[in-house]
Nanobody, 123 residues
Framework: VQLVESGGGSVQAGGSLRLSCAAS????????MGWFRQAPGKAREGVAA???????SYAEFVKGRFTISRDNARNTLYLQMNSLKPEDTAMYYC???????????????????WGQGTQVTVS
């Protein structure tokens, strides 16, 4: 299984970025997918998740600003990030798990497969 994130970068506060996660080696449509982030010196935290049926969950700190989506035909997960804030600066990771659900956004160890991350810096 391979998860490869892309789309990170540096942006000014108030700007937007769209992250992508290309998945291979798994039956993508059968997996719950999530985005997580980790800032230096802080624990990894859930950002958003979307299950096999399209049910979504979001962390409170991104509600109304971030949107998670998936394209099963392209085996790709997305995270549209708008109104970015300096506190959104972190390494963003894509994760997949066949048995997790959107409620597991807060249970980081529940997620089996992880990507290497893409850096997002907001100044």
């Amino acid at each position: 299984v391979q998860l490869v994130e892309s789309g990170g970068g540096s942006v000014q506060a108030g700007g937007s970025l769209r992250l992508s996660c290309a998945a291979s080696g798994l039956a993508f449509s059968g997996y719950c997918m999530g985005w997580f982030r980790q800032a230096p010196g802080k624990a990894r935290e859930g950002v958003a998740a979307i299950d096999q049926d399209g049910k979504m969950s979001y962390a409170e700190f991104v509600k109304g600003r971030f949107t998670i989506s998936r394209d099963n035909a392209r085996n790709t997960l997305y995270l549209q990030m708008n109104s970015l804030k300096p506190e959104d600066t972190a390494m963003y990771y894509c994760a997949a798990d066949e048995y997790a659900g959107p409620q597991d956004l807060v249970v980081v160890p529940a997620w089996h497969y992880w990507g290497q991350g893409t850096q997002v810096t907001v100044s």
